[in-house]
């Protein structure tokens, strides 16, 4: 069984930087591809990044691009959500997932196997 664990959440000011980092027990992490979702309070999930398995294709909700970046290390077992410019409504708790497949899905549904998530609050 595929363990997810996010960490590296917390409080911080509008426009500070937050790295969340996902670690990935079990299973060969290379054969996955890994997301990032949140859900802000009231809301509902939603996408906000994905990475490929090995040729480092990355694809990004609207709402983040060009601020967050998605990357993994395999070796390392764990992917990165590094995030800048943070703004109040980045407010959420986020959540990592993997998947077997090859399509970097922003569906919430494609995903397999989800960490526990991570709270970030962004106070303006």
């Known amino acids: 069984q595929v363990q997810l664990v996010e960490t590296g959440g917390g409080l911080v000011q509008a426009g500070s930087s937050l790295r969340l980092s996902c670690t990935v027990s079990?299973?060969?992490?290379?054969?996955?591809?890994l997301g990032w979702f949140r859900q802000p309070p009231g809301k509902e999930r939603e996408f906000v990044a994905a990475?490929?398995?090995?040729?480092?294709?990355?694809a990004y909700g609207d709402s983040v691009k060009g601020r967050f970046t998605i990357s993994r290390d395999n070796a390392k077992r764990t992917a990165y959500l590094q995030m800048n410019s943070l703004k109040p409504e980045d407010t959420a708790v986020y959540y990592c997932?993997?998947?077997?497949?090859?399509?970097?899905?922003?569906?919430?549904?494609?995903?397999?196997?989800w960490g526990q998530g991570t709270q970030v609050t962004v106070a303006s």
């Open positions: 997932a993997a998947d077997q497949d090859l399509w970097l899905s922003p569906s919430a549904g494609a995903y397999d196997y």
């Open positions: 079990r299973g060969t992490l290379s054969r996955f591809i």
């Open positions: 990475i490929s398995r090995n040729d480092g294709r990355t």
